[in-house]
């Protein structure tokens, strides 16, 4: 599923990432603003330090006190269960302790002395329910107060950014997505016609790369269109042109009298007849142009077809396969594969005889013989052959090969002793019933 949305995953990738790094930066850019902030409303405890310390020292009254605060807009909470509840459910904001130092002064007659009395000022600003306080304690006392000027911090600006940056992100990828959707549509239609159909159509509106592309592609199409439908025009025609003279040919030599001479005449005709066949069904198959109408059949049926179609004597192929064995293939050319591969077993076999087998799902046509000479890609070429005899083209492995890639087949040859073993064996193993 990746490789074949590649593109599309790597656009996603980019975008989570490029999120993600958006995000965090925001993040960051949050906390260091909310730690400056904080810090900021700290620096009045230095002034509310000094006010309490006054306070302590006797040199003010409370009510002083109070109005000494109320100038900085900082108010006691004197009512104990209000105390409670925010000191129990505050947030702790930052937190800060001081020493101050009182001088205690005692005179006598026989010893004059003087005290220094260490007080411990601890601060903690807290926050509940968008409102600042600040907690002051002593050795001695405790008082809390409300912050009613300063608000807490509110990152609306980060948010409006964050928010302007991710929707700005978002159409980015909502954009690539909506530009990448006709080059996926563009591949299906690329695999349509790799498969061989001829009516698909690539041109498409637009300007941008995409749309180039497509519309190459349909010019390029219609000329293969062009070539394929010309050459098999040409082909056809030809084909065509030559049975009519073969065809009176064979007339003709059925008037000569000289039986030796007449046989040789037949047989030049039977095989300029055979390879026209072949040519055709070369044409049929390259062309692309061919419908295969594959269905479920019993391998054994197709063997019995090819061997009637050889024309060989059932004596001369042994069968090992059970007849359960189904397979799905188009019956006509399958066959035809099947009895080029009898042809060629009993052909170069100096008992001339063959078998057919079976293993797992691979078909198995054996028989003794010399080894092949040279790799099995060298006799899938069309004209090649080992021994030339008067009876081959040199394209019976040749529409083999053609005909497996067709049934997601492969060709492949194994030496097992002295017998020559070709297998037919199966790119995706079709379901046995």
Not at 181 to 198: H, N, Y
Not at 378 to 402: C, M, N, R
Not at 416 to 425: A, H, Y
Request: aromatic fraction near 12%.
């Amino acid at each position: 599923m990746i490789k074949r949305n590649g593109v599309f995953f790597t656009v996603l990738f980019a975008f989570t990432v490029t999120l993600g790094s958006v995000s965090y930066t925001f993040f960051q850019l949050y906390q260091n603003n909310r730690a400056k902030h904080i810090d900021n409303l700290f620096t009045k405890y230095s002034l509310i330090s000094q006010i309490y310390h006054t306070f302590l020292l006797k040199q003010i009254s409370f009510p002083l006190l109070e109005a000494n605060l109320a100038i900085y807009d900082l108010y006691i909470i004197d009512k104990s269960s209000d105390f409670r509840q925010i000191t129990k459910y505050a947030t702790l904001l930052k937190e800060e302790g001081a020493q101050t130092v009182q001088v205690a002064q005692h005179i006598s007659i026989e010893a004059p002395y003087q005290n220094l009395i260490v007080n411990q000022i601890h601060v903690r600003m807290l926050e509940v329910n968008g409102k600042i306080y600040f907690w002051i304690q002593s050795d001695h006392n405790s008082i809390l107060l409300e912050d009613r000027k300063v608000q807490p911090y509110t990152p609306s600006t980060l948010i409006y950014a964050y928010a302007t940056i991710l929707i700005i992100l978002v159409f980015s990828f909502g954009l690539i997505v909506y530009k990448l959707a006709p080059l996926r549509r563009l591949r299906r239609q690329i695999a349509r016609f790799g498969e061989g159909d001829m009516g698909v159509r690539f041109h498409t509106n637009g300007t941008d790369e995409i749309a180039l592309i497509a519309n190459e592609l349909e010019n390029t199409q219609n000329k293969i269109r062009s070539l394929i439908e010309s050459r098999t025009l040409f082909l056809r025609n030809i084909m065509h042109e030559l049975k009519t003279p073969i065809a009176k040919g064979r007339i003709v030599t059925t008037m000569i009298d000289d039986e030796k001479q007449r046989g040789r005449f037949v047989s030049i005709f039977e095989r300029l007849e055979a390879l026209i066949g072949e040519f055709a069904l070369i044409e049929e198959i390259s062309s692309g142009n061919q419908y295969l109408e594959k269905k479920e059949y019993r391998l054994i049926d197709i063997i019995d077809g090819a061997i009637d179609s050889a024309m060989v004597e059932y004596s001369f192929v042994e069968i090992h396969i059970d007849a359960s064995v189904k397979i799905t293939v188009d019956y006509r050319l399958f066959m035809t594969a099947v009895k080029n591969m009898i042809d060629n077993a009993i052909k170069y076999s100096p008992e001339k005889k063959m078998s057919i087998s079976m293993e797992r799902d691979e078909i198995i046509f054996s028989n003794v013989g010399q080894p092949l000479k040279k790799p099995l890609h060298y006799y899938i070429e069309p004209f090649t052959k080992d021994q030339p005899t008067k009876d081959s083209f040199g394209l019976g492995l040749y529409i083999v090969d053609a005909i497996l890639r067709e049934h997601d087949y492969v060709l492949a040859y194994e030496r097992r002793r002295d017998v020559n073993c070709f297998i037919f064996v199966p790119i995706k193993p079709p379901k046995r019933k």
